[in-house]
Nanobody
Framework: QVQLVESGGGLVPAGGSLRLSCATS????????MGWFRQAPGKEREFVAD????????SYTSSVKGRFTISRDNAKNTVYLQMNSLKPEDTAVYYC???????????????WGQGTQVTVSS
């Protein structure tokens, strides 16, 4: 069992920055890949970024490369998404997800947070 709670969302102007946090429970955090997803109004949920259990490997969807950075602090059981140079098209509910234990990136996600709203104004 893993519980995830996102925080850090809000309303920001275009070009601004936000840092999302995902606090997790459970001692298995360090054995799970973690990911961030988002869902905009009227759109399908999409992958944003992921990070390996060790934090060594990361990947991003093309639209956020160079602007977003995913990181994790295994000592704090927390994953972050630093979002810079935000654009209106980044507006969405952002969800944190925990991968299957020992599954690595691409192993699927079995736990999801409730999401945090990010709204970027023009």
């Amino acid at each position: 069992q893993v519980q995830l709670v996102e925080s850090g969302g809000g309303l920001v102007p275009a070009g601004g920055s936000l840092r999302l946090s995902c606090a997790t429970s459970g001692r298995s955090f360090s054995n799970r890949a973690m990911g961030w997803f988002r869902q905009a109004p009227g759109k399908e949920r999409e992958f944003v970024a992921d990070i390996s259990s060790s934090g060594i490997s990361t990947s991003y969807t093309s639209s956020v490369k160079g602007r977003f950075t995913i990181s994790r602090d295994n000592a704090k059981n927390t994953v972050y998404l630093q979002m810079n140079s935000l654009k209106p098209e980044d507006t969405a509910v952002y969800y944190c997800a925990a991968g299957v234990i020992f599954g690595g990136r691409g192993g699927g996600y079995e736990y999801w947070g409730q999401g945090t709203q990010v709204t970027v104004s023009s």
